[in-house]
């Protein structure tokens, strides 16, 4: 069953056009071709990325968070209590106030002492912010080598500039070595996301996310054994021309730095805009929709690898929507940072506490106007 199963999954009628098989692609005369089992070594590469990415955070990240004065605050410990720890873990973190007055007779504890229990307790689970500035850290200094090596990948070939050449030839395109590192490097990567997932800050987005990371590494797998690597090449890269954008406003947001973060936030908006909502859909789905069915009829894998880009499609325009939307409040003023005093180290303690003392800074001044929650 489990060979009829595994002939059948590897079908050329799923995954190569008409009248083509897997013996086409197989190696000859000195031209290397793409090969599903290529993709075995990005599962050990991922363990060593997450590796690297131990020693970056510990060696890199962190001594430049601390020029930057961003350290490790003392929090103060909510005092172990087993009836609102209990209410905490099962029932909800923040209690309505029928609930808070069931609580305080069940604990002993007043109303405002339970209150701030429960405040103390939320701040506990929260990231602190040098954990935030050792993530973006990462994967802005990924982000950005992966860009530049993506663009020394693809800026030499024809297929850059004209895209109907993309399909000259397909699938009887050999592949390079700059290919195959740029792939490989790429989904290793995407692989370390999704292991780490479960230990990195949790986002607003945290399930969009997941749905990202799973259908990437679906798309770069299926881009690389069905041999759609020019167009591969391509929507990879344009996918890191703003990532490193975003993330390195995470961290001059995280060191205070407003204006900066502010200014590198509208960029990244432009950029964002104009390479996931003008030149994915109407360039790069154009050349994966329209171009292959002026060689070939459609196939199975012609509509997977395009409906997972519809996929992806769908997720840039959601987070386009709130991007446009922060970017908005920057511009008419309605809010002064990426995030609020409540995802900072001090979280509710810090709002709640008041004064000029307890506000975090911003190249240098207080936050005196800081209401909106974003995810970071």
């Known amino acids: 069953m489990l060979q009829t199963l595994y002939d059948y999954f590897w079908w050329e ?11 086409d692609l197989e190696d000859r005369d000195g031209r290397v071709y793409a090969k599903a089992s290529d993709l075995y070594i990005t599962l050990p590469l991922a363990l060593l990325f997450l590796i690297v990415r131990y020693f970056f955070e510990l060696y890199v990240a962190t001594p430049l968070a601390a020029l930057l004065n961003i350290k490790e605050k003392t929090r103060l ?54 954990k935030k500035f050792r993530e973006a850290s990462w994967r802005f200094t990924f982000y950005l080598i992966a860009f530049i090596a993506g663009m020394a990948v693809i800026v030499d070939k024809p297929w850059f500039y004209d895209m109907k050449k993309v399909w000259e030839g397909y699938p009887i395109q050999s592949t390079v070595p700059s290919q195959y590192w740029y792939y490989m490097i790429e989904l290793s990567f995407y692989w370390s996301l999704l292991f780490s997932i479960a230990s990195d800050v949790k986002r607003k987005d945290f399930k969009e996310q997941i749905i990202h990371h799973v259908a990437t590494i679906i798309l770069i797998s299926f881009s690389w054994f069905a041999n759609y690597i020019r167009a591969g090449t391509l929507i990879m890269a344009l996918h890191d021309s703003s990532d490193y954008l975003l993330e390195s406003a995470k961290m001059f947001n995280y060191a205070g730095w407003k204006n900066t973060c502010n200014n590198i936030f509208i960029i990244f908006a432009i950029v964002f805009i104009i390479t996931r909502l003008v030149i994915l859909p109407f ?50 003023g309605k809010v002064k940072a990426l995030s609020k005093p409540s995802e900072n180290s001090e979280g509710e303690e810090a709002a709640a506490g008041g004064g000029a003392k307890s506000r975090p800074l911003a190249n240098g001044h207080p936050i005196l106007n800081n209401h909106h929650r974003k995810n970071d």
């Not at 009836?83 to 405002?112: A, D, I, M, W």
């Not at 790069?284 to 069915?293: A, G, K, S």
């Not at 459609?298 to 690898?305: D, E, L, N, Q």
């Open 13 to 23: 009628r799923l995954w190569l056009p008409v009248n083509l098989t897997w013996a």
């Open 77 to 130: 410990r909510a005092p172990p209590n087993a009836t609102l720890e209990h209410f905490y873990l099962t029932s909800g973190k923040q209690p309505k106030q029928v609930e808070v007055e069931l609580l305080s007779r069940q604990s002993g504890l007043s109303g405002r002492q339970v209150e701030r229990w429960f405040r103390r307790r939320r701040n506990q689970d929260r990231p602190s912010l040098l």
């Open 283 to 332: 360039w790069i789905l154009h050349c994966t929709l329209v171009y292959p069915l002026e060689l070939y009829p459609a196939f199975f894998g012609y509509y997977f690898f395009n409906s997972m880009m519809g996929v992806l499609q769908l997720l840039h325009i959601f987070w386009a929507y709130l991007i446009l939307r922060m970017a908005h409040k920057f511009i008419t």
